[in-house]
């Protein structure tokens, strides 16, 4: 098995710029969305979104080169899979922590604002 090539920080930056007014894809939404904030907190995003591009690269041409029900593939798969999970469960703890913000907040307004 060859080792997948890790694409470079600037080879990644320009996948996605590449991608700014395609809105279907998601650097394309990302650029969508950031389009009118501050030079710095955009490099900032675009840094995260560059090295999502790199590991993404790096991820899909390693699971290519794998055949599909061997041990390394199946491996490889059940790792993505405890990634989605984790995700997923810390995304859905958040959305109930921001939902119990919520209530409280509604639940404690008494007309005179709130400090959530």
Do not use: C, W
């Amino acid at each position: 098995m060859k080792k997948a090539k890790l694409i470079t920080k600037d080879e990644a930056l320009k996948i996605a710029r590449a991608q700014k007014g395609n809105l279907s894809s998601g650097s394309g939404m990302f650029y969508n969305l950031l389009e009118n904030a501050d030079p710095a907190l955009l490099k900032f995003f675009e840094e995260k979104l560059a090295t999502m591009i790199q590991v993404g690269t790096a991820m899909g041409e390693h699971m290519a080169g794998l055949k599909p029900g061997t041990p390394e593939h199946n491996q490889m798969l059940n790792q993505l899979h405890k990634i989605s999970q984790q995700t997923t469960f810390a995304g859905k703890r958040q959305q109930g922590q921001a939902e119990e913000a919520i209530k409280r907040t509604v639940k404690d307004d008494d007309g005179g604002g709130s400090d959530v």
